[in-house]
């Protein structure tokens, strides 16, 4: 994120992210291509309400094929949350996991 567009992106993310006040933010070590750089997160904690755990991967595609929020769909955002990841050089496990179990599944 540029250094002139800070707040305003800032103000953003937070907008989309917490609406509810469901999530914890903190700052992250990422390992990108230039190196560690801290990376705002939006985690949830395993005592929430809201954690699922570990979901089977058909339920997983379910959702994927089904779920909807106020700013998209969840294949979207998980597409464009990889997406931006790939860009900056982030390497996420998970999120790439996600990605190959739709595109084996025809999703994307």
């Not at 779920?67 to 769909?73: D, E, I, K, L």
Request: with cysteine; glycine share 8%; hydrophobic share 40%.
């Amino acid at each position: 994120m540029r250094r002139e567009h800070a707040d305003e992106e800032l103000a953003r993310l937070w907008a989309r992210e917490m609406p509810t006040g469901v999530y914890d933010p903190r700052f992250l070590a990422c390992q990108t291509a230039q190196g560690v750089v801290p990376a705002l997160a939006f985690t949830l904690s395993r005592r929430s309400e809201s954690y699922m755990g570990r979901m089977p991967d058909d339920q997983v595609l379910h959702i994927l094929r089904t779920a909807r929020g106020r700013c998209g769909t969840t294949l979207d955002y998980l597409a464009d949350t990889a997406h931006a990841l790939r860009q900056r050089g982030v390497r996420d496990r998970e999120i790439e996991r996600l990605m190959g179990l739709a595109a084996a599944n025809g999703l994307v």
